[in-house]
Each structure stands twice: as structure tokens, then as C-alpha cells.
């Protein structure tokens, strides 16, 4: 386990200064007058990569999602931002999915009770390009329609965009594990008693994501992802061991905020349970671990030497 296995996601808001995010203890949402200042100390610490996802203000949420495909919304210009102030020096990821912008809470556009594939992807094409267009690094779809890859891909190609990677969520199961998440970036309240369960995956399947991992690699995809992680770890071993591509996973909020939670309590050691699990996504064949965790653990990391 070494500090370049880490990926760091973070959250941000159109304000200023920090906001806590109570199902997440020591998570906050950052504004845009410090986002610049945490991407930096990742950076200084070795993390190659952070992940960016948005806490979209009520008002800029609609039916069909439009925000997300704005060259200005908050993801754009946050992007702007980093890439102005760190380079090439570390790695940007967008989330290319429509929950953070629906008043709905799904990653898709819904007609008549029921997400629309199609559709979906047609927009979900131009979030990509306008992500691209604003720097970003590697696109990483989580939505889990059928299709988007390829599309994507065309996309980004299309405009030009020939050396921006795709990071596709490929086995992203329809989880209990999620539930900080949303807290964070505020679909929780828009998704209400509704599920993801027509799209993401069952947690019953194993078949089922080696099926969906060699369709987003026959798409284009670069790079894959598992998500959740402790949960599936068979999961992981089996992706990595069939496909042989870079494959990651994502310690989701849930994981995070149960480790933290035991940690504050007294009931486990926060330092030794951390850096287990994530050895633990390493060894079962993880290139990359998506983590809340990630700054603890490169200074952690660091002292070990």
C-alpha cells in the first residue's frame, strides 16, 4: 500500500469556507475560496488524483438536469480552478451522472416513472464535454446506463478531447452503503422513498458485473471500478483477475462513516482499521482506492515510510 494508490473525493459548494457534513464526520463540503488549497495539499502529500463532486444549490435543479451540462456550473468552474493552480501535477475526476442536478435524485432523466436511457445519454455526453472542456482529466460515468461509454467516448472525441480517460463505475451496485453520500451532495431529499434498483447492479449478482465491466471496456472505457468496496471484494478480485485492466474501487461513505463512527466511539483503532481496509482493496487487486479517507492515510503512509 503506498500514498499513490489513493484517490481522494471531494465535495464542494458554491460558497465560501467549509461546511460539515454530519454523516460524515471529518468530511466537509469545501467552497471555492479553499478547494484550491486542499487540492494543493494532496498533491504535496503524493495523491495523484482527486474526485469532484458537487452539492448543486436547490434552485439550480430541474427535471432535465440542465445544470449539468452548463460550462459554468459549480463542477466547471471548480475544475477551472485546480487545473489553473496545480497542472499536470495531479489528476482531476468527474462524475458524469445527473443525481447531483435533478430535482428527482436519479442519474438519469425520468418520463412517466421510469429513467430513460437514451435520453439520459444524450446528455450525459454533453456533461462530459463541457467536464473536458473545462480540464478535466478522466470522466468517470457512474450512472450505469446501458451505452454511455461508447457515447462518451464518441463525445469526446469528437471535440477534440483524444487523451481524456474514462473511469467507468462498471459494477456499481444498488447499495444500502450510500446513504452520506447523498447527504453530501443534497439527493437525498429529491430521491425520497425511490431506489436505484432498475439500474445499478443487485447485490446478489457476481455474474452480472463481469458481464457489464466487458461491455464498458468493449465501449472504451480505460480504467474500471467496483463500488462499493468491503462488500465486494469478490467482486474486485474476480473484474481484476478476468480482465487484467486497471481496475479501482470506491471505499463508498458508508464504509467511511462506520470506521469513523467505531473510531470516535473507542471501539476500534482509527488508524490500524483505515489502513487494513485499504490494504485489504490492494491485495484483492485494486490499482486505485477512491477513499475519505485519503489525506489520514498519506500522513500516515508517510511516517511509515
Not at 466547471?76 to 493552480?85: D, E, F, H, L, M
Not at 443487485?202 to 458485473?209: K, L, M, R, T, V
Not at 474501487?249 to 463512527?261: N, T
Not at 487494513?276 to 500516515?300: M, N, P, Q
Request: hydrophobic share 45%.
Amino acid at each position: 500500500l503506498d500514498v499513490s494508490d489513493l484517490i481522494w473525493p471531494l465535495f464542494v459548494h458554491p460558497g465560501a469556507g467549509s461546511q460539515a457534513i454530519p454523516s460524515l464526520p471529518g468530511v466537509d463540503r469545501l467552497g471555492t475560496d479553499v478547494v484550491v488549497d486542499a487540492a494543493k495539499r494532496a498533491r504535496d502529500l503524493g495523491i495523484p488524483a482527486i474526485a469532484v463532486f458537487p452539492a448543486t444549490p436547490p434552485e439550480l435543479k430541474s427535471a432535465d438536469a440542465a445544470e449539468a451540462v452548463n460550462p459554468e456550473n459549480l463542477v466547471c468552474q471548480t475544475v477551472r480552478r485546480i487545473k489553473a493552480a496545480v497542472g499536470d501535477s495531479m489528476g482531476v475526476i468527474c462524475d458524469v451522472a445527473l443525481d447531483p442536478y435533478s430535482i428527482h435524485g436519479h442519474d438519469g432523466i425520468v418520463r412517466e416513472g421510469d429513467v430513460v436511457n437514451d435520453e439520459t445519454i444524450e446528455i450525459l455526453t454533453r456533461q462530459a464535454i463541457v467536464q473536458a472542456d473545462a480540464g478535466c482529466d478522466v470522466i468517470a460515468p457512474s450512472d450505469m446506463m446501458d451505452g454511455r461509454v461508447a457515447a462518451i467516448r464518441d463525445g469526446l472525441e469528437s471535440a477534440g478531447h483524444t487523451n481524456v480517460q474514462i473511469m467507468s463505475y462498471a459494477a456499481k451496485y444498488a447499495s444500502a452503503f450510500y446513504g452520506p453520500f447523498r447527504d453530501a451532495v443534497g439527493s437525498k431529499g429529491n430521491l425520497g422513498g425511490a431506489s436505484k434498483k432498475t439500474y445499478q447492479q443487485s447485490p446478489g449478482q457476481a455474474d452480472e458485473a463481469l458481464h457489464e465491466v466487458a461491455l464498458d471496456l468493449a465501449e472504451g472505457a480505460d480504467s474500471v471500478m467496483v463500488k462499493p468496496g468491503m462488500p465486494y471484494l469478490d467482486i474486485l478480485t474476480n473484474v481484476k483477475q478476468t480482465f487484467g485492466v486497471p481496475t479501482f474501487v470506491y471505499q463508498v461513505s458508508g464504509e467511511y462513516a462506520m470506521l469513523s463512527a467505531a473510531g470516535q466511539l473507542g471501539w476500534l483503532d482509527r488508524r490500524e482499521v483505515v489502513l487494513e481496509s485499504l490494504l485489504g482493496f490492494k491485495r484483492a487487486g485494486a490499482d486505485g482506492v477512491l477513499t475519505y479517507f485519503a489525506i489520514e492515510a498519506a500522513e500516515w503512509l508517510s511516517k511509515l515510510g
